[in-house]
């Protein structure tokens, strides 16, 4: 059973995991999305290290404060039966199922979970964020990428090019995901509908005053 705990995935956990992570955690905070918990590890990482300046730096762009992130390491303790796994690169997804093969329907990397869900969105019939994952699984099984179309670049000690390559590959993805959350009627298969809709007109003007997911891309080209 798919629960709403959401963990992304890279080798340090110092760039590209804590940046989408919190990425996806500050805009979903907003809307109904808000019941997703979403965390962060590192198939390689040294536990307690801070982020990596540069994605400090980025993440003041979009809001994000990464200067209290530690890093934390993969390891069986991470991984929760239900979990939905995002990884950065297939080669963390591949680590990810060696520790818990049991998670092999809701291990994705980033840019595939975001364009499997963006082609099941456009078929409807998805109301919660369990049907969502199914629905992505079922999505991959007929329509693979490569390295190419699922790998966020890594930028650690890279070029300027290639840190805006990582950050429009990240804020892509996550802009996609975010819209097709956003449009879910409820998050939790066993809550309705109606419980988890703004209860005053207020708190309605309120969420809709979150960033668009369009938005999130602020054409840094």
């Known amino acids: 059973m798919i629960t709403n705990r959401v963990l992304v995935v890279c080798t340090a956990n110092m760039i590209r995991s804590p940046f989408i992570a ?20 590192g198939t390689a990482a040294r536990s307690g290290e801070p982020a990596v300046d540069g994605v400090v730096e980025r993440g003041r762009t979009y809001g994000l404060d ?19 796994v995002l990884c950065a690169e297939r080669a963390h997804r591949r680590v990810v199922l060696d520790i818990r ?27 919660t964020w369990p049907d969502l994952v199914q629905a992505a699984a079922r999505a991959r099984a007929v329509e693979r990428g490569g390295p190419d179309d699922d790998d966020i670049v890594d930028p650690i000690g890279m070029p300027d090019d290639v840190w805006l390559t990582f950050e429009r590959q990240a804020t892509r993805a996550v802009s996609t995901i975010l819209a097709v959350v ?29 960033v668009p997911a369009d938005q999130l891309v602020q054409g840094r080209e």
């Open 22 to 41: 919190e990425l996806l955690r500050s805009r979903l905070a907003a809307g109904r999305g808000a019941a997703l918990e979403i965390l962060s590890a």
């Open 66 to 84: 990464l200067q209290k992130h530690r890093a934390r390491y993969l390891g069986e303790g991470a991984l929760q039966t239900g979990d939905t």
């Open 101 to 127: 093969p049991d998670l092999i329907s809701s291990v994705f990397t980033v840019r595939e979970f975001a364009r499997c869900v963006e082609a099941v969105s456009l078929r409807g019939g998805v109301e």
């Open 182 to 210: 956003n449009a879910l009627p409820r998050i939790d298969a066993n809550v309705p509908a109606h419980g988890l809709l703004p209860a005053t007109r207020r708190e309605y003007r309120r969420s809709q005053r979150a």
